[in-house]
T-cell receptor, first 113, second 111 residues
């Protein structure tokens, strides 16, 4: 099983809402990542979790709050987002933080109204 | 400042011919490169990789070439098939975990 799953596929939220994105993998990977991709742009790294601990935060605003409850799950909690946060949010995983191959999920298309 | 560039936003190729996708980078410290393929409504799928100690890596119909002196890599697909139609991203490894992605090239293989 080389699948990374993400839910929901699509999400529309207002600027005062609180919502969460979920990511799951069962490959035994110990590193998980959140990326943000705007239209016609490459994915940009947001966060890296290594062995369930946040190891990298790429200067992401605090309205994005990641959480790794266990080695298979990764959440991204959203609060007070802005319309410019509308994007495709991609989750990825790799064997560990030093592994060079990352496996991506299908993404969640987020629209902030 | 775009450290990884794919200067061709799109490419059309006839089925059965060779597709060549190009990628240029600026940071000579990058030591590992990957190509990803992305279909609409899906996440990027790993395709092939190359370490900076090599100049070529081949996997079936896909070959990646690396020219370190020119800071250039290319992906060759031979023969091209309609199912290869997708957006292709090259990515360079910065440090131990962070990939810098190019802007992507949309390949269309015509039947």
């Amino acid at each position: 099983d080389t699948e990374v799953t993400q839910t929901p596929k699509h999400l529309v939220m207002g600027m005062t809402n609180k919502k969460s994105l979920k990511c799951e993998q069962h490959m035994g990977h110990r590193a998980m990542y959140w990326y943000k991709q705007k239209a016609k742009k490459p994915p940009e790294l947001m966060f890296v979790y290594s062995y369930e601990k946040l190891s990298i935060n790429e200067s992401v605003p605090s309205r994005f709050s990641p959480e790794c409850p266990n080695s298979s799950l990764l959440n991204l909690h959203l609060h007070a987002l802005q319309p410019e946060d509308s994007a495709l949010y991609l989750c990825a995983s790799s064997q560990d933080r030093t592994s060079w191959e990352q496996y991506f999920g299908p993404g969640t298309r987020l629209t902030v109204t | 400042d775009q450290q990884v560039k794919q200067n061709s936003p799109s490419l059309s190729v006839q089925e059965g011919r060779i597709s060549i996708l190009n990628c240029d980078y600026t940071n000579s410290m990058f030591d590992y490169f990957l190509w990803y393929k992305k279909y609409p409504a899906e996440g990027p799928t790993f395709l092939i990789s190359i370490s900076s100690i090599k100049d070529k890596n081949e996997d079936g119909r896909f070959t990646v070439f690396l020219n370190k002196s020119a800071k250039h890599l290319s992906l060759h697909i031979v023969p091209s098939q309609p199912g290869d139609s997708a957006v292709y991203f090259c990515a360079a490894l910065s440090g131990t975990y962070k990939y810098i992605f190019g802007t992507g090239t949309r390949l269309k293989v015509l039947a």
